[in-house]
């Protein structure tokens, strides 16, 4: 008991007088002190400490030739410290004030990534992925050849994928609250805005469903038309998917369209 009394009053003290000189490089030190002291903490993985110099140095460095690597190392310790937002704003800025510098192309795909990481979850608000979005276009288009254009292309797969989900979703929660006009609109916007969606088949579906909810509901003088604009999204869904799972409910809907409009003839 008494050694690890001593031991924990020893590393206490240590880290005390670790602390202070620490403090003192930040208020007293050289530019070069710091940027070796940088250096070796970012080399070590230390980054909260690594950090906190950096953001000095890259002030005080600027036009000088350690400035560009301090720059790039600053902008992997705010990475590093899951400041995502933080690391993609400097990411992009370094790639945009030195775009000559060896680190330019790999600072504009982090910048992209970082948005990427702070993407949303489907079922909240999706400007984060429509940002993210944005800077892989901006990258793929700057650096055409780059190696990392195929990952690039399957991360905006992947956010594109979590838009058409979100936009799905939403349809389909016209069609279960009973805004069935507004459910076909939305549907047919995922069709439009994602012509490849996975969603089509079930999009196509509902809009048939809605529309015939929405012909059910209607007053007499407006059912026929709308019983018929039903019967057409039945062809339209029979045609492009003749062997789907939901074709017999979907015939089922259109025995009791033909139904309706019979009674209304």
């Known amino acids: 008991m008494k050694f ?9 003290i240590l880290t005390g007088v670790s602390c202070s000189e620490y403090d003192k490089l930040l208020k007293d030190g050289t530019a070069q002190q710091r940027l070796n002291a940088a250096n070796e ?3 070590k993985g230390n980054y909260f400490k690594a950090l906190q110099l950096y953001d000095q140095l890259i002030v005080e460095l600027r036009g000088l030739p350690p400035y560009e690597e301090a720059f790039y190392r600053y902008c992997w ?6 400041q995502y937002l933080m690391a993609a704003y400097y990411f992009k800025n370094l790639a945009k004030t030195l775009p000559n510098s060896k680190f330019a192309e790999e600072s504009l795909f982090m910048a992209a990534y970082c948005q990427y990481l702070e993407s ?8 984060s992925t429509d940002d993210a979005l944005k800077e892989f276009q901006l990258f793929v288009n700057k650096y055409p050849n780059s190696e990392k254009v195929k ?4 991360l905006m797969d992947e956010l594109r994928f979590k838009l058409e989900t979100k936009d799905f979703n939403t349809a389909l929660l ?4 009973e805004e069935y006009k507004a459910a076909v609109v939305a549907m047919q916007n995922v069709l439009k805005d994602y012509p490849a969606t996975k969603y089509r088949e079930q999009a196509m579906f509902y809009i048939l469903k809605a529309e015939y909810s929405y012909a059910a509901g209607s007053i007499d003088s407006k059912k026929k038309e709308r019983f018929a604009q039903a019967t057409k999204a039945f062809n339209t869904f029979k045609t492009q998917y003749p062997q789907s799972t939901y074709l017999r409910e979907a015939e089922t809907i259109n025995q009791k369209i033909t139904l309706q409009l019979s009674k209304l003839k």
């Open 174 to 177: 016209y069609y279960k609250i």
């Open 41 to 43: 903490y970012y080399d």
């Open 4 to 12: 690890w009394r001593n031991f924990v009053l020893i590393a206490l």
């Open 77 to 82: 310790c705010n990475y590093q410290q899951e």
């Open 120 to 127: 949303a979850e489907t079922p909240l608000d999706q400007s």
């Open 151 to 154: 990952q690039c292309n399957d």
